[in-house]
Structures are given as C-alpha cells and as structure tokens.
C-alpha cells in the first residue's frame, strides 16, 4: 500500500523556524516529483513547493527566501525547512508523492505560528 508519512510541525512563534519531512513507501512505480502543499481554514489547498525530476524545483512566491526543499539520499524522502515563519504560515501541511499515473498524499501535519 502507497504510503506518505509526514512527521514535524507544531508550535512556533513568528520568526522562528520548523522542519517536515515526508518518507514515501509502498510504492515499486519511479517518483517523478515530491512536494509540500497547505490548506488554511476556509482556503483551497496550494502547492508551497516541490522537487520534480532532474531537480527541478518550484515555491511558492510568497515562502520564498524563507522555505527550503530537499530530498534524501534515498530519493523517497522530501524535506521542508521553514525559516522566518508568519502567522499567514499557520495551515494543515500534506506531503504529495507522484508517480506515473496518479499521486498520494499523507495525512497533513498542522503548523501554527503564534505568539
């Protein structure tokens, strides 16, 4: 069974700093991207960023300078470190894994920034 299993999030004031990651399994089909999408209340979930093959990387104008993806040496591990948070940054985050085909999504991991 596909599986996208986030970990991380939390707490945090504004200005501080957080780290997801997401470790895809189950799966015997090539990733052909990996990603970080947000869904605030009362809002449509957004792609806040994601690696695609050969590196290609996209953000989201409003969390660059501040958001940084990155993928593990095993390639089915994807990685958000979120600098200089704002509360406009509080949302359910989900890990999106695609591969030829379709893609899957974990559960969400809630971040909060607030003082």
């Known amino acids: 069974q596909m599986q996208a299993k986030e970990s991380g999030g939390g707490l945090v004031q504004p200005g501080g700093s957080l780290s997801l990651s997401c470790v895809a399994s189950?799966?015997?089909?090539?990733?052909?991207?990996m990603g970080w999408y947000r869904q605030a209340p009362g809002n449509q979930r957004e792609l806040v960023a994601e690696?695609?093959?050969?590196?290609?990387?996209n953000y989201l104008d409003s969390v660059k300078g501040r958001f940084t993806i990155s993928r593990g040496n095993a390639k089915n591990t994807v990685y958000l470190q979120m600098n200089s948070l704002k509360p406009e940054d509080t949302a359910v985050y989900y890990c999106?894994?695609?591969?030829?085909?379709?893609?899957?999504w974990g559960h969400g991991t809630q971040v909060t920034v607030s003082s």
């Open positions: 999106n894994v695609e591969v030829p085909g379709f893609g899957f």
């Open positions: 189950g799966s015997t089909l090539p990733i052909k991207a």
């Open positions: 690696i695609r093959t050969g590196d290609i990387i």
